[in-house]
């Protein structure tokens, strides 16, 4: 039986074929484990290209009609005509296919975007450069999660709600209280101010690709503990039955593991900071640390391809979609990219299910990402205009009736039929996991995340992982190595801890 993602793709081609036939106009989660060196942000009139000249199909005609997102202006008026702005966002999905709608942004505001999707850590090392120094090159940018607080707190980035807030530059449908204040919450600081709006709403969640083989070992349903010091929990029980069959690896994780890695350190009972936010101590050499770096690190040596210590988030996904790797234990916006038809060997066969708990508990990762304009840029309205139409329930609605982007963070979309049926497969409601992993950060364990010198200890935990899964260093030695660069990195960033 076709699965409601299949059906969802069909009836897209189908109107793109007659479309085309009427002859009207023709309209994409972390980075490697040892970042790359920082590379000096671009100029402002040196700034790349934009990534793609093709705009997609118009949205299918199921779809719900949004709302205009633009203030009415004159007709025929093009009110940016001869303005360039720079914009830059991670290599994840939406960022990647924004780059498709581009022509018809520019199409309607006369406004040339160059535009770049660079990998997620060069990404954030180009443009804390460039935001440290307020400079110009950059209209837009990412705000990325675990920078937040850093970028935000330092006054790098420009308050967007004088912005949303004025009707002569923002209408009243385009309604900022329509993302979900969840994902809003880490781009406002302490007096509600908003400096970003949320594309996405990462949320940590476990996939199968080959169920079938899981079945076929005895199992009915995803795990749903890791980590017993006996082997009996279930994440082991069932990589260790279903591991390399037919020529399939059990499990795999992407590289940045101070994001892949946490779910399974905090279920060991680890910390990252002693009492964040007000005792910053980094704990990576505590006893829960190193129990589960070991259980971490061993599962990467026993499941994993060859090579996978070093995979990507794309690599993950690719790994998965060609049925190289079963069990995945990644960002909702990825996994479900397992059951695009398109794209996907596993279709018929992909299961998807919350991350597992460990001894001490279940703690899905939850991060948000948005796009935000750095108070240096001197072209801030023209900004706000992409911004606005980025982040506009038009285009979010189609990036889900056009690209099956799931990861939505305007609940009016969340709410709709279409966004469930985009969000089902082979029978499995993904949404509800969605919104139920959401919903479980509202427990607070994500607040390391925001800490502002969380990226040093980011980068020590990336290394960490590496050292002892390459077998490099012993997991004491690693734990007592990245806990002492951790201190080392923060005290060069003016906390004072020891």
Same mark, same amino acid.
């Given at each position: $039986?076709?699965?409601?993602?299949?059906?969802?793709?069909?009836?897209?081609?189908?109107?793109?074929?007659?479309?085309?036939?009427?002859?009207?106009?023709?309209?994409?989660?972390?980075?490697?484990?040892?970042?790359?060196?920082?590379?000096?942000?671009?100029?402002?009139?040196?700034?790349? /290209?934009?990534?793609?000249?093709?705009?997609?199909?118009?949205?299918?005609?199921?779809?719900?009609?949004?709302?205009?997102?633009?203030?009415?202006?004159?007709?025929?008026?093009?009110?940016?005509?001869?303005?360039?702005?720079?914009?830059?966002?991670?290599?994840?999905?939406?960022?990647?296919?924004?780059?498709d709608y581009i022509?018809?942004?520019?199409?309607?505001?006369?406004? /040339?975007?160059?535009?770049?999707?660079?990998?997620?850590?060069?990404?954030?090392?180009?443009? %804390?450069?460039?935001?440290?120094?307020?400079?110009?090159?950059?209209?837009?940018?990412?705000?990325?999660?675990?920078?937040?607080?850093?970028?935000?707190?330092?006054?790098?980035?420009?308050?967007?709600?004088?912005?949303?807030?004025?009707?002569?530059?923002?209408?009243?449908?385009?309604?900022?209280?329509?993302?979900?204040?969840?994902?809003?919450?880490?781009?406002?600081?302490?007096?509600?101010?908003?400096?970003?709006?949320?594309?996405?709403?990462?949320?940590?969640?476990?996939?199968?690709?080959?169920?079938?083989?899981?079945?076929?070992?005895?199992?009915?349903?995803?795990?749903?503990? @890791?980590?017993?010091?006996?082997?009996?929990?279930?994440?082991?029980?069932?990589?260790?039955?279903?591991?390399?069959?037919?020529?399939?690896?059990?499990?795999?994780?992407e590289n940045h593991?101070?994001?892949?890695?946490?779910?399974?350190?905090?279920?060991?009972?680890?910390?990252?900071? &002693?009492?964040?936010?007000?005792?910053? $101590?980094?704990?990576? %050499?505590?006893?829960?640390?190193?129990?589960?770096?070991?259980? @971490?690190? %061993?599962?990467?040596?026993?499941?994993?391809?060859?090579?996978?210590?070093?995979?990507?988030?794309?690599?993950?996904?690719?790994?998965?979609?060609?049925?190289?790797?079963?069990?995945?234990?990644?960002?909702? $916006?990825?996994?479900?990219?397992?059951?695009?038809?398109?794209?996907? /060997?596993?279709?018929?066969?992909?299961?998807?299910? $919350?991350?597992?708990?460990?001894?001490?508990?279940? @703690?899905?990762?939850?991060?948000?990402?948005?796009?935000?304009?750095?108070?240096?840029?001197?072209?801030?309205?023209?900004?706000?205009? @992409?911004?606005?139409?980025?982040?506009?329930?038009?285009?979010?609605?189609?990036?889900?009736?056009?690209?099956?982007?799931?990861?939505?963070? &305007?609940?009016?979309?969340?709410?709709?039929?279409?966004?469930?049926?985009?969000?089902?497969?082979?029978?499995?409601?993904?949404?509800?996991?969605?919104?139920?992993?959401?919903?479980?950060?509202?427990?607070?364990?994500?607040?390391?995340?925001?800490?502002?010198?969380?990226?040093?200890?980011?980068?020590?935990? %990336?290394?960490?992982?590496?050292?002892?899964a390459s077998g490099?260093?012993?997991?004491?030695?690693?734990?007592?190595?990245?806990?002492?660069?951790?201190?080392?990195?923060?005290?060069?960033?003016?906390?004072?801890?020891?």
């Open positions: $039986m076709a699965t409601n993602f299949t059906r969802r793709l069909t009836r897209r081609d189908i109107l793109r074929g007659t479309l085309a036939a009427a002859a009207l106009p023709v309209l994409a989660a972390c980075q490697q484990a040892a970042a790359p060196s920082p590379t000096a942000a671009p100029k402002a009139t040196e700034a790349p /290209k934009p990534a793609a000249t093709t705009a997609p199909a118009p949205a299918a005609t199921q779809a719900p009609k949004p709302a205009a997102t633009t203030a009415p202006v004159t007709a025929g008026a093009k009110p940016f005509a001869g303005q360039t702005i720079n914009a830059t966002c991670w290599s994840a999905p939406f960022p990647k296919w924004l780059a022509p018809e942004f520019e199409q309607k505001t006369g406004m /040339k975007v160059n535009y770049t999707t660079p990998a997620f850590a060069v990404h954030n090392q180009q443009v %804390d450069m460039e935001l440290s120094t307020k400079g110009a090159a950059y209209d837009v940018i990412n705000n990325t999660f675990i920078y937040t607080s850093r970028w935000i707190g330092a006054g790098w980035l420009e308050p967007l709600d004088p912005y949303f807030n004025d009707p002569n530059k923002t209408p009243a449908d385009f309604d900022v209280k329509d993302f979900l204040p969840g994902v809003v919450k880490p781009h406002q600081d302490k007096a509600g101010k908003i400096y970003a709006l949320p594309w996405t709403a990462d949320s940590y969640m476990a996939c199968a690709g080959r169920f079938d083989i899981i079945e076929k070992a005895g199992f009915k349903e995803l795990p749903k503990t @890791f980590g017993a010091a006996d082997g009996s929990d279930d994440m082991t029980k069932m990589c260790d039955a279903i591991n390399k069959k037919e020529d399939v690896y059990a499990w795999a994780t593991y101070g994001w892949a890695f946490i779910p399974f350190y905090q279920g060991f009972g680890a910390k990252i900071f &002693r009492n964040p936010p007000d005792d910053l $101590m980094p704990m990576l %050499d505590s006893p829960e640390s190193e129990a589960a770096v070991g259980w @971490f690190c %061993d599962a990467i040596k026993k499941w994993s391809p060859p090579g996978a210590i070093s995979y990507t988030y794309d690599q993950v996904v690719q790994q998965g979609q060609q049925s190289r790797i079963n069990y995945i234990t990644f960002n909702h $916006m990825f996994v479900i990219q397992l059951g695009d038809e398109k794209n996907s /060997k596993v279709t018929k066969t992909v299961k998807f299910a $919350m991350c597992p708990g460990g001894p001490k508990g279940s @703690f899905p990762g939850v991060a948000s990402h948005g796009l935000a304009i750095p108070v240096g840029s001197k072209k801030k309205d023209a900004a706000w205009e @992409f911004i606005k139409w980025a982040m506009g329930k038009e285009l979010m609605g189609r990036t889900l009736t056009e690209k099956g982007y799931g990861s939505q963070t &305007r609940q009016s979309i969340i709410n709709s039929d279409t966004f469930k049926k985009a969000n089902t497969f082979n029978g499995q409601d993904v949404a509800k996991l969605y919104v139920d992993t959401i919903n479980k950060a509202a427990e607070g364990y994500m607040t390391y995340r925001t800490i502002h010198v969380y990226p040093q200890v980011d980068g020590q935990i %990336d290394k960490m992982i590496t050292n002892v490099a260093m012993s997991v004491k030695d690693a734990c007592k190595t990245a806990q002492a660069n951790s201190i080392a990195e923060m005290k060069k960033a003016g906390v004072n801890v020891g």
